[in-house]
């Protein structure tokens, strides 16, 4: 039996991952970025958060998660 994950997997633990990142940066952009008339730095922003979360997600699997729920504040 193997332990990876196959392709459908890592598509759904990226894209879970991803809408997290979508969330977190969405919210990191409207707390510190609100002054700013940028709209490239939002945008920056959110797509890095979406990628981050999404590679890390699909990398780590559970492990990512578990570390969220540790790390959170809404414990």
Do not use: H
């Not at 990628?51 to 990398?59: E, N, Q, R, S």
């Amino acid at each position: 039996m193997s332990n990876k994950p196959d392709d459908l997997e890592k598509k759904i633990r990226f894209g879970c991952g991803g809408l997290f990142g979508f969330f977190l940066g969405i919210n990191i952009v409207t707390r510190v970025f609100l002054s700013s008339d940028e709209i490239l730095v939002f945008c920056t922003t959110i797509f890095f958060f979406v990628c981050i979360c999404g590679i890390l997600a699909m990398k780590q699997g559970d492990r990512f998660w578990s570390a969220l729920i540790r790390w959170s504040w809404w414990k």
